[in-house]
């Protein structure tokens, strides 16, 4: 998905300024909700664009290509506004029909949500909710209580329940203080004896789907996995694109080691084409899932294999060839180092580890 260049230029003109202020501009906010991007994957009945997932998949590869915090902030906060599909209809409606609506959190359970008449008592601190600053609502999981004690499923073992709070009513602690992706502040946040009503509870699972969307069909992981995959997959490319312009820029110098160079441009393509045939075959099992009726196993793990790929694959080849950006490459406002410590920071995502 080719973004248009007037689009592509708004972007970049808030790069610098985004960092700086450890936040998405109001520029680029504005840009977001103007296109909708945070209501990606939300049913258009509901107000969103009601994406599939191999289009919602590369536009958002394309928008971390033009820069990975960026990107990966649209990622983040749209994924837990697709959690409108696991929503009561109404609620969902009335809920996504505002135009600034952002949600975002952590995934992580943790604290504790005793069970109470029509709800839950909630207390407990979460990390990394992607965007806090701009949030209308946050998302958490809470370890679920009874009577004091912890709820347990038929085998015995402790269960933990997905709930959405507004803004107003979460403590944040402004504590995202990392050396890239400074513009997705993902700051902590915290409630203490909030009050939460039971529809405001809800289950991310295929059968506790609320709308008929080809997409909430599709389990969590799998359709997280191919998300956040593809912004690596964007980041990579880009610094490829960096790299390579850089050093066509140091190929003009009479004095350049012209097999040495040979050998670094021989590298960056071995990576391109690498990254793109994993690309593709990950394009093709976003589309498999999207046909097929179930989403099996076999195809839930080779997603998560080649997701992981992609990641593993960026990561060796930055590490190889970004010494050969030399001392401009080093720069803190230069492209090249920008990508570079979007991407580092990135990995540092549990999901897509090995």
Known sequence: ??????????????IIPSIDKKTLSDNLLHLVYEQHWFNLWVPKEYGGLGYGLEE???????????????????????GANMFAGFLDPDLATTLFQKPNVCWGGSGKPSGKAERVEDGYLITGYWQYATGAPHLTHFTLNAWVYENGSPAVDEKGEPIYQSFFVDRDDVLVHYDWDTFGLACTASHSFSVQQLF???????TIAPAARTHASKLFEIPFMPFAACTLAVNYIG????????????????????????????????????????????SARLYALMA?????????????????TVSRDCVALGKAAIVELFPYGGIAAAQWDN????????????????????
């Not at 928008?63 to 915090?69: I, K, M, P, S, T």
């Not at 820029?249 to 004095?255: L, R």
């Not at 040495?260 to 391109?272: G, S, W």
């Open 1 to 14: 998905m080719e973004l248009p260049k007037e689009i592509i230029d708004r972007i970049q003109d808030e």
């Open 56 to 78: 919602g998949c590369k536009l958002l590869e394309e928008l971390a290509y033009v820069d990975g915090g960026f990107g990966w902030t649209v990622t983040l906060c749209s």
């Open 288 to 304: 498999l899932v999207w046909k097929n009726d179930a989403v099996d196993a076999s195809l839930v793990d080779e997603i998560d």
């Open 335 to 354: 492209a090249l180092n920008i990508v570079f410590r979007h991407f580092f920071t990135a990995t540092q995502h549990n999901l897509l580890q090995r």
């Open 235 to 278: 980041m990579f490319r880009r610094f490829l694109d960096l790299l390579e312009r850089q050093l066509m820029v140091k190929a003009q110098d009479p004095g350049r080691d012209g097999p040495q160079l040979k050998r670094i441009l021989r590298a960056l393509d071995q990576a391109r084409l690498a990254i793109e045939e994993r």
């Open 196 to 202: 939460v009503p039971a529809n405001r509870a809800f």
